[in-house]
């Protein structure tokens, strides 16, 4: 019994010790791999091979964009292919990493520089960023085709190793599958405003085959879909009528789009700062797999922000309700058409029309050549004839005497010596006579051949001349009417010298006054 005893015992006991070895053995490798998994987490570093391609139509916004989020106010705008970094960092983690950024410009012309940011080393770590404009809504359809036939045709051209690119699609199915919405309760700093989710049948369906519509062009990269200057909502309200039904279609038109790309979709706006700080949130959650707990956002119109992996047609079925008179499946450009050319855009145009260089030369070789020519007839002191008579020298005071009242210098120039010889008889009569009176010095006038109005004009021919009234008409010697330069030019002349001549009668007058009372 005792031997029996012993032995049940020691079979009894064997398989206890060794359970307890197992035991401590298993406790042992789950600390192991606790803390071996602790160090490798604290170990991995960001990875600094991600980029960013930023791909859209100049004026889009896409320099703006990329500015805010690397926090730089004063963008500046390049051309080509531009490139810049935003700074990311894991506050977890305590890690520092750059994202490379892409911008290619919208010109045609630069589309062969695409393969210096999109090549098949760094396929796999590329997010790619599709920016529209809110001030041109209806160019959204030819811009959306247009840069996506870009993408997929480049895409198709680069020796991708096709495992390679099966796992980068696989990744988006898996990822837009396995998309469950969280909200940060913790943070209610946040600016979003929070509607609670419960789950529902709808995210059972979303785990199983992708829903109609999901995902039909698959290239294996992750888009963004972002509508940049939301805040010109209201100018569109304002200058061009729209209503929310007009947003509404847009909206689910782009949503539709993006369906089929696996596209996330973002409203911003940096004038008014709407989205920028998610966009960069969601941007470091796609590739770097940090955090991003703020769910979608469909209830404001100028800040929609809807994740890859949320939205479905039924989802987007609940714009329609909004949409009187529109239907969903219309043309896009029949209910958002492009508005009649604005002023300013008119303006502009008219501007900026220059004259053609060689008709402009012409013109002015054309206008040099008629300048040669003798059309010196052109001013009205040089174009009156003067009848084969010897026409009477000016002086430059009296040419501008014609149009200007200004005060005539007495001073006598070389240019009116020719009226001496005729009025010698007159004045050298003045000089022998002690007082001389405005009628006295009529009469003398008329007896030597002169007639004027003193002080004022004078006119001067070799036969009796009327007076210089204007109603009366001035004959020269052939007995042919004066012309009405020549007569300006003789009262002119005149009148100084009569002004000389009778400061010197006077100063005569005072010098006799003077010896007859001496």
Not at 4 to 30: F, I
Not at 150 to 178: A, F, M, V, Y
Not at 316 to 341: F, G, R, T, V
Not at 407 to 415: N, Q, R
Request: include cysteine; charged fraction near 25%.
């Amino acid at each position: 019994m005792e031997i029996l005893t012993q032995s049940q015992v020691h079979g009894l006991t064997t398989p206890t010790t060794a359970a307890r070895k197992k035991d401590a053995e298993a406790k042992e490798n789950l600390w192991s791999s606790i803390l071996s998994e602790v160090q490798t987490q604290s170990n991995t570093k960001l990875p600094s091979n991600k980029s960013v391609l930023v791909l859209g139509d100049n004026a889009s916004g896409k320099t703006t964009l990329i500015a805010k989020l690397q926090g730089v106010e004063d963008p500046k705008k390049g051309s080509g292919l531009e490139y810049a970094y935003i700074d990311v960092r894991d506050e977890y983690r305590d890690d520092v990493t750059r994202l490379s950024v892409w911008i290619l410009d919208g010109d045609p012309g630069h589309n062969n520089l695409l393969k210096f940011a999109l090549n098949e080393q760094n396929f796999p770590h590329t997010l790619v960023i599709l920016t529209l404009s809110m001030t041109t809504p209806w160019s959204w359809v030819d811009q959306l085709q247009h840069w996506m036939k870009i993408l997929d045709d480049h895409i198709s051209g680069l020796k991708i190793d096709p495992e390679e690119k099966h796992q980068c699609q696989t990744r988006l199915t898996t990822e837009w599958q396995n998309y469950c919405e969280t909200i940060d309760d913790l943070d209610p700093g946040s600016p979003i405003k929070r509607t609670n989710r419960l789950p529902s049948v709808d995210d059972e369906l979303d785990a199983l085959p992708l829903p109609e519509g999901v995902l039909t062009t698959n290239l294996g990269l992750d888009v963004v879909v972002v509508v940049t200057k939301t805040d010109y909502m209201t100018t569109l309200e304002k200058e061009l009528d729209y209503r929310d039904e007009h947003f509404d279609f847009m909206q689910q038109w782009i949503r539709r789009f993006c369906l089929m790309y696996g596209a996330s979709l973002f409203y911003t706006s940096v004038k008014e700062d709407k989205n920028c700080d998610l966009l960069y949130k969601y941007l470091t959650h796609r590739i770097y797999g940090l955090p991003f707990r703020t769910p979608a956002l469909v209830v404001e119109k100028d800040a929609v922000l809807i994740p890859a992996g949320w939205d479905n047609m039924k989802k987007i079925s609940i714009l329609y309700e909004n949409m009187q008179s529109c239907k969903p499946d219309d043309y896009y450009n029949d209910i958002i058409a492009q508005p009649p050319s604005r002023k300013t855009v008119s303006n502009r145009e008219s501007e900026i029309q220059t004259e053609d260089e060689q008709s402009f030369l012409a013109r002015q070789q054309q206008l040099l050549q008629q300048g040669q020519s003798p059309a010196r007839g052109e001013s009205p002191l040089r174009s009156q004839p003067n009848n084969g008579t010897k026409s009477t020298q000016r002086t430059p005071v009296a040419a501008g005497a014609q149009g200007s009242p200004k005060k005539v210098d007495g001073k006598l120039t070389p240019g009116t010596q020719s009226g001496e010889g005729v009025l010698a008889n007159f004045f050298n009569s003045l000089l022998h006579k002690k007082s001389v009176s405005p009628g006295s010095a009529a009469a003398a006038a008329a007896a030597g051949g002169v007639t004027g109005t003193t002080g004022s004009s004078l006119s001067v021919s070799s036969s009796p001349v009327s007076s210089l009234s204007p109603r009366v008409s001035v004959m020269n010697g052939a007995g042919e009417p004066v012309s009405a330069s020549d007569k300006l030019s003789m009262r002119t002349d005149a009148a100084l010298e009569l002004d000389r001549l009778a400061r010197s009668v006077k100063k005569d007058l005072d010098i006799s006054a003077t010896q007859s009372d001496c």
